[in-house]
């Protein structure tokens, strides 16, 4: 009798610890810290915390963690590709988030985010540990990088854009393909301008992004952002 009460508890344990493992994965093991600043280098300059904040070149990513894909009210930013995953009644549970913010092109061909994934599976969980646990007040959600108005308001030259364009499709792809690079065909002259910028002033880490912004004026992507938006991407 005292075996099959031994034996019972070792299954129960068993059991208790494939639940436990389970949860711990479905919940992530990374460090809100961490991720916090993760966040302010790689979100925080087209994203929000709050709900009430100004609209950013994003939508807002309070209470993401269960949130239907595409599910913001109001926003009018979603590609297309998002759109066709909102009707097929996806949410962004942590494996769908995870996936995703490893490789944005290869889970949503279509994506207009201009981010190629982040660059560990311990980066993923930081982060997703911080979206978890940071609420509307987060000291991060005010941190976004912003372009000015006046900035933002230059109308851009196409021909002179496309002559540009030359050194940016060594490794950008103008029918809007991706492998592994960001995609920078088709998006809106705005989200163009703003990811320059931030390279320029190194907010958003990649030292060759801010060695080429550096050396641009804002004119100068004020007519890349204008070229590129005229650029159809090739069908996925």
């Known amino acids: 009798m005292r075996r099959l009460r031994l034996s019972f508890g070792v299954v129960l344990a068993g059991l208790w610890g494939a639940a436990g493992a389970a949860s711990a994965m479905e919940a992530g093991t990374g460090d809100p810290v961490r991720g916090g600043e993760l966040w302010a280098q790689q979100c925080a300059m087209c994203h929000a915390l709050s709900p ?99 900035v933002l308001a230059i109308e851009g030259e196409t021909d002179w854009g496309e002559f540009l364009a030359a050194e940016c499709s060594t490794c950008h792809r103008r029918d809007g393909s991706a492998d592994g690079i960001p995609a920078i065909t088709g998006w809106d002259t705005r989200s163009f301008v703003t990811v320059m910028h931030a390279y320029r002033e190194k907010v958003r880490p990649n030292p060759t992004m801010q060695t080429i912004a550096a050396r641009l004026s804002d004119e100068e992507i004020a007519a890349l952002a204008a070229y590129f938006a005229t650029l159809e991407r090739a069908p996925h």
């Open 52 to 150: 009430a904040a100004e609209e950013g070149l994003g939508p807002h990513l309070a209470d993401l963690i269960g949130r239907p894909v595409a599910g913001v009210e109001g926003y009018a930013g979603y590609s297309e590709a998002l759109r066709a995953l909102a009707g097929q009644g996806a949410v962004w549970d942590v494996e769908r988030l995870r996936a995703f913010l490893r490789a944005p092109y290869r889970e949503v061909p279509g994506t207009r985010m201009g981010f190629g994934g982040l660059d560990s599976a311990s980066d993923t969980d930081h982060l997703i540990a911080f979206l978890t646990e940071a609420g509307p007040d987060a000291s991060t959600a005010e941190s976004g990088f912003r372009v000015p108005r006046e």
